[in-house]
């Protein structure tokens, strides 16, 4: 399926295992080469292995699912930052953002719970060292498992998974748990061989909620950003009904690697929602030559701070039912199109997929009886609908929402 994560996460780990002078001091902080755009990806395996391929990706066009969103996310879409300091918390939550997602190495994790309730920032993170202490915490939206368990250079066996997960729960019932997998979804067990779907299954089985992490941009593979939506169709058909996650890259993990732009940043986060993303997390770390928590350019900081308004105005809205039976949207490549439902109200979701603009394309519309005009969420405008049809016009990586009455 999709390429593109490279080894950035695997080597975070590696770093925020030690104080971050002793990281920099170590090696974290040399200048030990960076990923060249179109290479075959690196770090998925260790010299000498090879990973099998990927599981079959599901159809690109996002399809009725059975999913069920739990309460916690009827009105909420979290929107979250990996592994920042508290110091950054601030900067965070004027981007829009309303999720800390992980405590850094070598930080106190109830000064950090405390920094993240005085911001009003909700948690993902493991749970404290007494569990029970975490029961009630309204910040915390879930614990979260070892991170990409799945992965051949960190591999935790499923079965140790699953029985954190019934330890866990045996504590709190109510509390979710998140696993992160790798965003290739394309490992295999290190001691049996097995691969593909039905082994996700059992990874699966181990959380309630399901992310993974793919960054196309830092590997040279700009011109795809379709691999996140293939990404989060095959993570829906591994987790099931219940909810998925994606990571989205903010800056580059290496400094040499490709930087996203604004227009590819809005396109990578408005195709994991097109295809289902339940949340969305954001991976601003740099790890080499030298650390830093956050190389979000200015540019990709502004769009960042646009989209999650949008994004948590709609929350509702986006976390209806995916792509429900009473409507339906059909448009031609590059576009891509979703919607939902809410309130009466009617929502397509139209991603121009493409570095390109392209002009005049026709967005034909099921479901909608005898609407003449839709209006076009954020931008001050309406456009005509004839004979069930929208057309309209894109910028690179633009997306458009039409609201329907």
Known sequence: MAKGRGVARWELRACLGVSLAAALAAGCGASQGTTTAGTTTPGTTTPGVTAHAAPAAVSSSPAQANDEVPASLINFFPIGAYVQPASNFALWKSRGVNTVVEVPDNYDEATWDKAAIQDSLHEIREPSSNPASDVGDKNLLAWAQPDEPDDIRTQVPYATI???YKTWKAIDPAMPVSINLNGQLNQYDIKTNASGISWYEQYAEGANWIAADLYPINHGEGNDLGLIGQEVATLRQIAGSKPVFVFIESGAYYAGNPVITADQFRGEVWEAII?????????PVQVRPKFSYDVTSAAVAAEMTTQDATITKLASVLQGTTNPSSLSATASSPLQVAWRSSSGQSYF????????????????LSGIGSAASATVYGENRTVPISKDTI????????VHIYQVP
Not at 275 to 283: E, L, V
Not at 391 to 398: E, M, Q
């Open 162 to 164: 699953q029985g954190t």
């Open 275 to 283: 295809h289902g993303a339940r949340g969305i997390f954001y991976f």
């Open 349 to 364: 979701f139209v991603l121009n997929l493409s570095n390109a603009a392209v002009s005049n394309r026709a967005i034909k």
């Open 391 to 398: 057309t309209d016009n894109f910028g690179p990586y633009a």
